[in-house]
Nanobody, 125 residues
Framework: VQLQASGGGQVQPGGSLRLACTAS????????IGWFRQAPGKQREGVSC???????YYSDSVKGRFTISRDNAKNTVYLQMNSLKPEDTADYYC????????????????????WGRGTQVTVSS
């Protein structure tokens, strides 16, 4: 089971990036997929997750700016990030869970079974 995050880079404030999380060794549409980020000196925080039933969730810090989507044919989950801010700068990780993404656990990294390596996002002018 592997997850590979890609698509990070450097962008100016107000810009956009699309991250991709590609799964191998399992069928991602049966799993909940979460996107987390970790800035230097800060704890890892959840930003968006997609339940296997198609329901999507967003943290308050990214709601209205980020969109999570799935392409089951490609076994890939995307995170479209618009209107990026300097405070969005972080390493972004995707993770998969066999658990249902209920309100008490969807942002808890311990709830996720599999993690990919991070992709760095830098928002700076």
């Amino acid at each position: 089971v592997q997850l590979q995050a890609s698509g990070g880079g450097q962008v100016q404030p107000g810009g956009s990036l699309r991250l991709a999380c590609t799964a191998s060794g399992f069928t991602s549409d049966y799993y909940g997929i979460g996107w987390f980020r970790q800035a230097p000196g800060k704890q890892r925080e959840g930003v968006s997750c997609s339940n296997s039933d198609g329901l999507n969730y967003y943290s308050d810090s990214v709601k209205g700016r980020f969109t999570i989507s799935r392409d089951n044919a490609k076994n890939t989950v995307y995170l479209q990030m618009n209107s990026l801010k300097p405070e969005d700068t972080a390493d972004y990780y995707c993770a998969a869970t066999t658990s249902n993404l209920i309100v008490s656990t969807r942002w808890d990294p311990n709830n996720y079974n599999y993690w990919g390596r991070g992709t760095q996002v830098t928002v700076s002018s």
